[in-house]
């Protein structure tokens, strides 16, 4: 999991050292960590702010597209199980393990096809929100 170390910067002569601390951690737990601590000196506030909210922006992107597919997912679930249980013709996805009927959206697993939808409608909501 991607995550984003927050924390009082200015001000703190020991920063450095705690975020280095926390990403230890978070690493060692097998996590991808955003570290702001890690900035070189001398960029101004505004670089600073810039950079990290790029960061948070990030992650922010990341948690939604995976609620945006959980909730079609959870939907589509119990609906997909109920259409195929019982059927000769039922497929399990080789990539995410659901089941789904083969003569569905030809051949293609409509989870996976979910995800990449929620993937493409947050890209395309950040596209707009540059512009």
Same mark, same amino acid.
């Given at each position: 999991?991607?995550?984003?170390?927050?924390?009082?910067?200015?001000?703190?002569?020991?920063?450095?050292?705690?975020?280095?601390? %926390?990403?230890?951690?978070? $690493?060692?737990?097998?996590?991808? #960590? *955003? /570290?702001?601590?890690?900035?070189?000196?001398? !960029?101004?506030?505004?670089?600073?702010?810039?950079?990290?909210?790029?960061?948070?922006?990030?992650?922010?992107? %990341?948690?939604?597209?995976? $609620?945006?597919?959980?909730?079609? #997912? *959870? /939907?589509?679930?119990?609906?997909?199980?109920? !259409?195929?249980?019982?059927?000769?013709?039922?497929?399990?996805?080789?990539?995410?393990?659901?089941?789904?009927? %083969?003569?569905?959206?030809?051949?293609?697993?409509?989870?996976?096809?979910?995800?990449?939808?929620?993937?493409?409608?947050?890209?395309?909501?950040?596209?707009?929100?540059?512009?």
């Amino acid at each position: 999991m991607k995550v984003y170390i927050d924390g009082k910067i200015t001000g703190d002569r020991r920063y450095r050292a705690k975020f280095r601390e %926390a990403a230890k951690t978070l $690493e060692e737990a097998g996590h991808v #960590v *955003l /570290n702001p601590a890690t900035l070189p000196d001398g !960029l101004d506030d505004a670089d600073y702010m810039r950079i990290c909210m790029a960061m948070a922006d990030e992650l922010a992107t %990341a948690m939604y597209a995976k $609620e945006v597919y959980l909730t079609w #997912v *959870l /939907n589509l679930q119990g609906y997909m199980v109920q !259409l195929a249980t019982g059927e000769h013709d039922t497929v399990k996805c080789q990539e995410c393990g659901h089941v789904f009927r %083969a003569g569905w959206m030809e051949g293609r697993c409509p989870y996976c096809e979910a995800q990449q939808a929620a993937t493409r409608y947050v890209e395309n909501m950040r596209e707009e929100a540059r512009e």
